[in-house]
């Protein structure tokens, strides 16, 4: 006869698989959250705000300014980069290159946070960070032109979304060497968590990727035992 196991134990063995699963893919989790957060805040913007207006939250220092942007973070077109160099391109084929060049980062930080999921830095935290917002701009590149058809002011489609921005920050602005320059522009969310990840690889890169590299070769801190030292130098002579 086969013997029941106790529904208490059952219960157990489920939480531990659960507490697990969010264990192991934590980092995930977290660019999940970017994701969601970064989402619902858009779409609070999109349905309660009308394009362009403004709502001061302190001052004229932080407000909430609903645009919509065809590029990338921080309002950046791909278009105005490559014309800055003399390269002329279409908005559609800037448009579906921002997107492309997107898609591939993305894979490429999901397999450098897989990767790097055990080290014991911030380096997935980081890389979680940019996951993240990278995902959440291009949710709004591809499918908001679709998901908000009826409502948009503009002439959308799949891959013809605009990226919903609203926070500005107002650090400085001002002329430099002739030009007017806004020090941080409108931004969102996913934009905010990209600058977080990148600038804190930037400056912390050295420890980041020395620790990390120490982490992933299990033989850079290992003490030298009296065998190994034997093995490499050979057994010393008697004289």
């Given at each position: ?51 362009y207006e403004e709502v001061k939250l302190l001052g004229d220092f932080f407000r909430v300014n609903f645009i ?21 391109l279409t908005e559609d084929r800037a448009k579906m290159a921002l997107t492309m060049f997107s898609v591939i ?109 120490a982490e992933d070769d299990p033989n850079a801190t290992k003490p030298k035992t009296e065998e190994n030292q ?10």
């Amino acid at each position: 006869m086969v013997k029941s196991r106790p529904h208490a134990e059952i219960e157990m063995e489920e939480k531990s698989g659960i507490a697990l699963v969010f264990s192991r893919y934590r980092y995930f989790w977290l660019a999940f959250g970017v994701v969601l957060l970064d989402q619902l805040v858009k779409l609070a913007v999109k349905f309660t705000m009308r394009p362009y207006e403004e709502v001061k939250l302190l001052g004229d220092f932080f407000r909430v300014n609903f645009i919509e942007n065809k590029g990338a973070a921080f309002g950046l077109t791909i278009a105005d980069i490559f014309q800055k160099i003399g390269v002329s391109l279409t908005e559609d084929r800037a448009k579906m290159a921002l997107t492309m060049f997107s898609v591939i980062a993305i894979i490429v930080i999901v397999y450098l946070l897989q990767r790097s999921q055990q080290a014991k830095t911030r380096l997935p935290v980081f890389l979680a960070l940019i996951l993240g917002g990278a995902i959440g701009n291009i949710i709004d590149r591809i499918f908001y032109g679709v998901w908000f058809a009826g409502i948009n002011d503009y002439e959308g489609g799949l891959f013809h979304g605009r990226v919903v921005d609203m926070f500005y920050i107002d650090a400085y602005h001002g002329e430099v060497f002739g030009m007017q320059v806004d020090l941080l522009p409108v931004f969102n969310i996913a934009d905010g968590a990209i600058a977080t990840g990148i600038i804190a690889i930037i400056i912390f890169q050295r420890r980041l990727f020395r620790q990390y590299q120490a982490e992933d070769d299990p033989n850079a801190t290992k003490p030298k035992t009296e065998e190994n030292q034997v093995a490499e130098n050979g057994p010393e002579l008697s004289e």
